[in-house]
Antibody, heavy 118, light 110 residues
């Protein structure tokens, strides 16, 4: 059974960097899917950050790209997210996802809530 | 303001048929990009419901169906059941904005 498990601090201070990790189990990270992140806020709904493939190919949301780094560690079967210079607007549930953009995201983690507050 | 427009809410009685629309533009749905639909039950992550406009993953009942025409797409649910009460999101791709989502539609089963 495929499982995606997000982890990371639940509270980040404004202007700091948000860092999350997703452990991927039950599916090879070297085939089939791009791995990435989507967040959900009450006000803005679902928002795609980006996804990376094991070959290094990637897809990012242009407006977030300057603040976003997504990395895939195939040896650890982990995908990570770094979001710099966070503000309260970055408070959201962050989901780890597997899919092939522009196709659907077939795999989702349970999500982790990150609050940006001093 | 989401790039894809969905009605905030729809409702129907058990057994009825409801549809949820997803309206885009010539740079996304109208450009030929596929539309996908997700179901989000309360307190859970979204789950793929329809992919590639019309395809159901294994395990999704055939009460759920998708369609696409021009710059819009629709999700239809027939034989409405109480367990269908959830939020539904559409997703596509935009040539300028990358992956995009609708704002979501809350389905209430009366």
């Amino acid at each position: 059974q495929v499982q995606l498990q997000e982890s990371g601090p639940g509270l980040v201070k404004p202007s700091e960097t948000l860092s999350l990790t997703c452990n991927i189990s039950g599916h090879s990270v070297n085939t089939g899917y791009y791995w990435g992140w989507i967040r959900q806020t009450p006000g803005k709904g679902l928002e795609f950050f980006g996804s990376v493939y094991h070959t290094g190919s990637s897809v990012y949301k242009p407006s977030l790209k300057s603040r976003t780094t997504i990395s895939l560690d195939t040896s650890k079967t982990q995908v990570s997210l770094r979001l710099t210079s966070v503000t309260a607007a970055d408070t959201a549930i962050y989901y780890c996802v597997g899919g092939n953009p522009p196709d659907a995201f077939h795999l989702w983690g349970r999500g982790t809530l990150v609050t940006v507050s001093s | 303001q989401s790039v894809l427009t969905q009605p905030p809410s729809v409702s129907g009685a058990p057994g009825q048929r409801v549809t949820i629309s997803c309206t885009g533009s010539s740079s996304n749905i109208g450009a030929g990009y596929d539309v996908h639909w997700y179901q989000q039950l309360p307190g859970t992550a979204p789950k793929i419901l329809i992919y590639g406009n019309i395809n159901r993953p294994s395990g999704v009942p055939d009460r759920f169906s998708g369609s696409k025409s021009g710059t819009s797409a629709s999700l239809a649910i027939t034989g409405l059941q109480a367990e269908d009460e959830a939020d539904y999101f559409c997703q596509s791709f935009d040539s300028s904005l990358s992956v995009i989502f609708g704002g979501g539609t809350k389905l209430t089963v009366l």
